[in-house]
């Protein structure tokens, strides 16, 4: 079975501070791909990145990082320095390989005060 | 393109009633899949189709009916509403369901059961 664990169920930082998403996920699966969506407030779900298994290369684009660890189960998403449009739920999701069924996390609500 | 559509964008219904809810992608997708998704359990995957005239189930099936006569249409059925399938719903398509850099969601439609 397929699970991803959000543990964070909201987080609430003050502009400019940098904050974690957690996400642990679980597989039996060798190859698998792990992803990241943002759903702002008005509601859409929004792609941010994909990682498959085999890739553990750390990821950087912009304000935004993700750190793949196999050997905690974890893909973990950093914003650094943050900013009020970065408000959202952010959900992570786990796709096995050779299967068609994506596993989404219960998402993390991320509130940005200005 | 459109992407991919959604119809109605809000629907209430009476326990019993039946309806069908709409998605439609213009991008010649072969996958599509409908969630749902409920506060605090983040999208729960329904079905999912890998091309017309091929539907499987998700996670949370009972209640609902899916086929895929074309490409472009992914119907969701509900003969017999419950208040328990009170939710939003989302449809999504890709053309593979790995390639989720190219993953569409649809705007969703919030469903109210009464």
């Known amino acids: 079975a397929q699970k991803v664990t959000q543990a964070q169920t909201e987080i609430s930082v003050v502009e400019k501070e940098d904050v974690t998403l957690d996400c642990v996920y679980e597989?039996?699966?060798?190859?698998?791909?792990l992803f990241w969506y943002k759903q702002p407030p008005s509601g859409e779900l929004v792609f941010l990145i994909r990682?498959?298994?085999?890739?553990?290369q750390n990821e950087i684009s912009g304000r935004y990082s993700w750190n793949f660890q196999k050997s905690t189960s974890s893909f973990n998403f950093t914003i650094t320095a943050s900013q009020v449009v970065d408000s959202a739920v952010y959900f992570c999701?786990?796709?096995?390989?050779?299967?068609?069924?994506?596993?989404f996390g219960t998402g993390t609500k991320l509130q940005v005060i200005p | 393109n459109a992407g991919v559509t959604q119809t109605p964008k809000f629907q209430v219904l009476k326990t019993g009633q039946s309806m069908t809810l709409q998605c439609a992608q213009d991008m010649n997708h072969e996958y599509m899949s409908w969630y749902r998704q409920d506060p605090g359990m983040g999208l729960r995957l329904i079905h999912y189709s890998v091309g017309a005239g091929i539907t499987d189930q998700g996670e949370v099936p009972n209640g609902y009916n899916v086929s895929r006569s074309t490409t472009e249409d992914f119907p969701l059925r509900l003969l017999s509403a419950a208040p328990s399938q009170t939710s939003v719903y989302f449809c999504?398509?890709?053309?593979?369901?790995?390639?989720?850099?190219?993953?569409?969601f649809g705007p969703g439609t919030r469903l109210t059961v009464l």
């Open positions: 597989t039996r699966d060798t190859t698998y791909y």
């Open positions: 990682r498959n298994s085999f890739d553990e």
């Open positions: 999504a398509s890709s053309y593979d369901p790995l390639e989720t850099d190219t993953q569409y």
């Open positions: 999701a786990l796709l096995p390989g050779g299967y068609q069924k994506v596993t």
